[in-house]
């Protein structure tokens, strides 16, 4: 399992030997318009580069996605996708500008580059054949911006799902990464009246002011909290002339939001609103011409494993920490059918959505060897897995799989729990007399719950907690719920996992507490454990001075 994050060579060596071709491809590609529904120009150039690169096997399904498949004989896949539309319309002007390190062209980061970085990914795994677990579906798909409705990946999640494990979408820049997504209502609003001359029938009904006055009640909304929702009008049109009182006017309005509640109480609060505006002489049509799910319930270890391979590897190949973020994008799909995926792009650019749109050029090789390092490490982080809940261990296998791990463990812990004998011991005066306390620390745990993370039928990483904890040193937390012990394989340490089963044990706890502190303790040079803990919102409540020997305090921390 990785544990180093480094670009191999044989990715930048692939990168920097096809750099002219990767350019080449930006070049050709950004010039062919491809409205959303109408990309079928820019997936045909796709079809031809890849027979040109001797890929064969690629086909169009019947949503227009672009699809090719490596090891297809394996039953798991991971999809990667990069969509082939702009919000630009066929009309468009289209030319490329390069002022040195600096392309600008309408649509060339989002998301023409991201295309040409899964063409490469292709031209790669065809020409180098890598062994992996599993195998992939590289897709250039359709219809993820505007009104497209996510019509490409939808058609794809609806075609693999069974056999997904992961989606992997290509897409915007290289200074975020994407875990979490942003749900959407899209509709088109219509106002009709009976209208009239502007001065011989002044005071009718006019649909241009009657859509005004719903949209101004639609923006005196209340934002839910608890949420990040937003709402916007993007069109308004209505009305033939000046002196001419509106018959007719329309409207496209959304909402946005990371609640899927949220965003059931702004859809009420417009259907209130319509209803409320209702009247003999104005009558108003509301279709909805869109929706984006937000996320369901997906495996918060697997998510936080993936997150983390792509966050790794950007840093690795930029030098600079990638922020996790939100968005709409075609994720939302996978995401909202409970299976994990992660948006993320390679280049440093800006301007998306205007015709000032840029690229930083001088980007392109590092951001093609991070996308080849990427395409060749998630399956790995892909394999099956699950999360398990146990009151107490009666399990002979899986107390034994524990006891491997504490031994395997044993000197990561400050001291050895080979000289401890329980999850709670307080005096370390004579833990260095102890010859094997990993037994009687076993037997502790046996007794608590424990919350599991096995990958492959295997114990990899657990979380242990007790109800009801009496400590001396937590007098002001009487009767909380202690976690005692966070042991991760090493070979799976550095992904995520660590801080992904505190949430997922909190989770537990509260479920059945939820006014309950939650404590634990740890050592002052578990500096890891120590950043996690202060990032999730755990606070010192008690430091004893050299505990542990000299330099080691024990400190006990809550989350109240």
Known sequence: ???????????????????????????????????????????????????????????????????????????????????????????????????????????????????????????????????????????????????????????????????????????????????????????????????????????????????????????????????????????????????????????????????????????????????????????????????????????????????????????AATGVEPAASEASTDCNIPLSQNISSVCVGFCRGGGAHTREEWLDISTLESGLAAALALVCRIPFFCESSETVLRDTISSAEEKEQIYELLRVCDKDFVPPLSARNSTSQSDWSGAEKEQDGIRAYLEDICRQHVLLWKERGKVRAFITWKDHFQCGHLISYPDSCYMTTLCIDPEWRGQGISESLYILAEKEIRAVYPGAPITLRTWSSNQAQKHILEKMGYHTVKRLKDDRGEGIDTVYYVKE
């Not at 027979?51 to 090891?71: F, H, L, P, R, T």
Request: charged share 25%; hydrophobic share 35%; net charge negative.
């Open 1 to 315: 399992m990785r544990r180093r994050w480094e670009i191999e060579e044989d990715f930048s060596e692939f990168s920097r030997k096809n750099l002219p071709l990767a350019k080449r491809t930006l070049k050709e590609l950004v010039l062919i318009p491809a409205a959303t529904g109408h990309e079928e120009q820019r997936a045909e150039y796709c079809l031809q580069w890849m027979k040109m690169q001797g890929i064969s096997g690629a086909y169009c399904d019947a949503a227009g996605n672009v699809i090719w498949e490596y090891q297809p004989e394996c039953e798991r896949k991971i999809l990667f996708t990069a969509h082939l539309d702009t919000v630009f319309s066929m009309d468009e002007v289209l030319e490329l500008v390069e002022n040195q390190d600096r392309w600008c062209c309408p649509g060339i980061g989002d998301n023409t580059v991201n295309v040409v970085m899964l063409l490469m990914a292709a031209k790669y795994l065809n020409e180098i054949s890598p062994e992996l677990p599993c195998g992939l579906i590289l897709s250039a798909d359709t219809g993820e911006e505007g009104l497209g409705n996510l019509k490409g990946i939808r058609a794809l999640t609806s075609a693999f799902q069974k056999q997904l494990s992961a989606v992997i979408a290509f897409d915007l820049y290289r200074d975020k990464v994407y875990p979490r997504c942003i749900g959407s209502s899209r509709y088109r609003i219509e106002v009709r009246t009976e209208g009239g001359h502007s001065f011989l029938d002044f005071g009718k009904k006019n649909a241009v002011a009657e859509l005004a006055g719903l949209v101004t009640e639609l923006y005196q909304m209340k934002i839910p909290e608890h949420s990040r929702t937003t709402y916007n009008v993007g069109v308004m049109e209505g009305g033939t002339s000046v002196n001419t009182i509106a018959q007719e006017a329309s409207a496209l309005f959304e909402f946005r939001s990371d609640s899927a509640e949220a965003l059931e109480n702004c859809e009420e609060y417009l259907r209130q609103k319509i209803e409320s505006r209702k009247c003999c002489d104005v009558s108003y049509r509301c279709e909805q011409v869109g929706r984006r799910p937000c996320a369901g319930e997906t495996d918060a270890i697997q998510m936080a494993r993936l997150t983390n391979c792509c966050v790794r590897t950007l840093q």
